[in-house]
Each structure stands twice: as C-alpha cells, then as structure tokens.
C-alpha cells in the first residue's frame, strides 16, 4: 500500500475487479462477449503482475543497465547497434535475456523460465 491511500490499494482493487469478472460475469456470458469479459481478465491478471513484479523489475533494470555503463534502453540500443559492446557480447546477451525473460513473466507467467517460477507463480 502507498501511502497516504488507504486500503484497498490498487492491486487489491485491480484483483477485486478480476476475481468478479472471472467468478461471476464470464460464467454467465457467450459468445463474443464471453471472449471480451476473458481477454478483460486477462488484462487484469497482467496488470496485477506488474503492479507486483514492477518495482523489482526496475530494479533490476536499472542494475542491468548501469553494469552495462547505459542509463536507459534507447542507449543501450544505440551502442550495441553502433558494436560499442562487440567485445562484451556474453554480458549483453545475459542482459538483454534477462529483461525479456522479466517481460515475459508480467504478459504470461507460463512462459518464464525455471529460475523466475517461483516468483512468477506468486503474483
């Protein structure tokens, strides 16, 4: 919870809407509707993810980019494009792994590799 809001904070609401979405509304929906109410829930598992996951993940990043001497994507994508980091290929590569490995894990936590599964499977 941030401070100064009270509960419930934005990841309990975003859990509310989708448990109700999930439990109660898209048992009772066909077709074309159903499938909307499901991607809607979808939506929400994924902003609940990142609600949990986000802080960690810039974190992370950030770390990330610092050991690579960049300060953010676009600089990281220039040097490698400009081969700045030829010379650390394995580094980069684990980097840049790794922040798709975090992407991954907020859009479908099915996916993420075993050393993450038990973080993604707690959110």
């Not at 809607?40 to 610092?66: C, F, K, M, S, T």
């Not at 894990?105 to 099915?110: I, S």
Request: aromatic share 4%.
């Amino acid at each position: 919870m941030v401070e100064p809001h009270d509960r419930p904070d934005a990841i309990e609401l975003v859990d509310i809407v989708r448990e109700f979405l999930r439990d109660d509304i898209v048992p009772v929906l066909e077709g074309q509707l159903a499938f909307h109410a499901r991607v809607a829930v979808n939506a929400l598992a994924i902003a609940d993810r990142e609600l949990r996951l986000g802080p960690g993940h810039q974190e992370a990043h950030a770390a990330r980019l610092a050991a690579l001497d960049c300060t953010t994507d676009v600089e990281l994508a220039a040097r490698i494009r400009d081969g700045e980091l030829d010379d650390r290929y394995p580094e980069v590569g684990a980097a840049v792994r790794e922040m798709v490995w975090d992407k991954i894990g907020v859009m479908n936590p099915k996916y993420v590799h075993p050393h993450d599964s038990a973080q993604a499977s707690e959110a």
